[in-house]
């Protein structure tokens, strides 16, 4: 039977993520709080906004109501990436090489290893960021598509073009899909590994809210998704994506929203958290179920696996919060 070891934060908690096998919680305050051998605190801005996990480093990247784009260590400390005074910074993504690139209006800043910038313009409000697995090459979703751009080089950009908001963007693990979140209960998608100028679309429609969290399986074979009363599962394993095929429909619950999802670092095993608190852990193979986590105070917001697959943090938009340990 898992074990849950709570921890009560103070306020919104905006992530939780694991360096290694060290559990990282972000608060709506400015805090990093890390549990490495007893608690301790970070504090890397005044007001946060968001946190991710650099996927190609042990780091985090953080972006505040302070100007301030933030990479924050393995150890807990804090070194300055970029500064904008008097902009709020709430869209980041870290990329190959040490790169950072934020949102800054209509701009998308890239910040390389040796510290030079450079910056492309958008028609639209930079509402989400992500690189390409391979290649320094950066996805800036907007209102009516996305940009892709080449980093090093001067090249156009490559508009995929769909009408309404995009709010999320991802690359699958192989790079040949590209997906985003929408303002609509929708998210929509690109084939990216067609003839030159050509990129297939993808609809990927039928949820009852907005989602909010996505997650690829380690090996990229499923994309899983919030806003419905399940993780919405779209298979990715064909040449041509979730296209004329239903997603899995996991861990349903009547009519308590999916508000979370996390797979597992290598088995296709998902983590689905719920507007009520709860937790389930759903294996992809035959749907089976395990219990987590009881319903809490608050909805499930950030959930996140250790590197060795042992344990999940999780927090929730009560702050209560707290590590699983699976293997018990």
């Not at 919405?232 to 009547?254: C, N, Y």
Request: hydrophobic content about 45%.
């Amino acid at each position: 039977m898992p074990t849950v070891a709570p921890l009560d934060l103070d306020g919104h908690v905006v992530a939780a993520h694991f360096l290694g096998d060290v559990p990282f919680f972000a608060t709506a305050a400015g805090e990093i709080r890390r549990l490495d051998g007893g608690e301790k605190v970070t504090q890397a801005h005044d007001g946060l906004l968001t946190c991710i996990r650099d996927p190609f480093s042990v780091s985090l990247i953080t972006g505040g109501e302070d100007g301030k784009v933030m990479r924050i260590a393995a150890d807990g400390s804090a070194s300055l990436v970029a500064e904008a005074p008097r902009k709020w910074i709430s869209v980041v993504a870290g990329g190959p090489q040490g790169a950072v690139a934020y949102g800054l209006g209509k701009s998308t800043a890239v910040v390389l290893a040796d510290g030079t910038t450079k910056e492309f313009g958008e028609e639209r409000t930079v509402e989400a960021l992500a690189f390409a697995p391979k290649g320094l090459r950066i996805a800036a979703a907007r209102y009516n598509g996305v940009s892709l751009h080449w980093v090093a080089t001067a090249s156009a950009p490559v508009d995929l073009d769909w009408k309404g908001a995009h709010n999320g963007v991802t690359f699958s693990p192989d790079g040949k899909f590209l997906v985003t979140q929408m303002q609509e209960n929708a998210l929509h998608g690109w084939k990216l590994d067609g003839k030159p100028g050509e990129a297939r679309h993808m609809r990927m429609t039928g949820y009852p809210s907005k989602v909010k969290s996505l997650s690829w399986s380690a090996k990229g074979k499923w994309l899983a998704s919030s806003g419905a009363p399940a993780a919405i599962v779209w298979p990715f394993s064909g040449k041509d994506g979730p296209m004329g095929k239903a997603p899995l429909e996991l861990g349903t619950r009547a009519n308590i929203m999916a508000t979370c999802v996390a797979f597992h670092p290598v088995e296709e095993v998902l983590a689905i958290g719920f507007i009520d608190g709860m937790i389930l852990g759903v294996r992809v193979g035959d749907g089976k179920e395990a219990l987590l986590r009881r319903p809490g105070k608050g909805a499930i917001t950030a959930m996140s696996w250790s590197g060795n697959g042992k344990l999940v943090a999780f927090g929730s938009d009560a702050g209560d919060c707290g590590i699983i340990d699976i293997s018990a």
